[in-house]
C-alpha cells in the first residue's frame, strides 16, 4: 500500500478547469501536480475543504480491501460528466492505483 500514490489536484482543479470548455489550456501532468503521501492524506482526512476522489477502475475498486472512508467513487474516463459537481474552492485528492 505504500508504493500506491495519491495525486494532490490544485485547489479544487480551479487553474484546470474553465466554464466554457470545461479544461484549461494546460492539463496537469505528472511533474507539475502534487503528490501527497498516505500520512499527508491520514491528516487531512477530516478536513472539510478537502475531498477525496477514488478513480480507481470499476475493477480495481470491487477488488481492493483498501477502501478510503469518506471517498467518492468517479469514473477516471468521463471528467467532464462529474468534475463540475464539486466546488472550486474546495481541494481534490485523486486516488487511483
Known amino acids: 500500500m505504500r508504493n500506491k500514490v495519491i495525486f494532490l489536484a490544485f485547489m479544487a482543479l480551479a487553474v484546470c478547469f474553465t466554464e466554457t470548455s470545461g479544461f484549461a489550456a494546460t492539463e496537469p501532468t505528472l511533474e507539475t501536480v502534487q503528490k501527497m503521501s498516505i500520512d499527508g492524506l491520514k491528516a487531512q482526512l477530516e478536513n472539510s475543504d478537502v475531498i477525496v476522489i477514488d478513480v480507481r477502475t470499476a475493477h480495481d ?3 481492493s480491501k483498501t ?4 471517498a467518492v467513487r468517479e469514473d477516471a474516463h ?3 460528466s462529474w468534475i463540475n459537481k464539486y466546488p472550486k474552492e ?3 485528492v485523486f486516488y487511483c492505483k
Open 61 to 63: 475498486w470491487e477488488g
Open 67 to 70: 477502501k478510503i472512508k469518506g
Open 78 to 80: 468521463n471528467i467532464a
Open 90 to 92: 474546495k481541494t481534490l
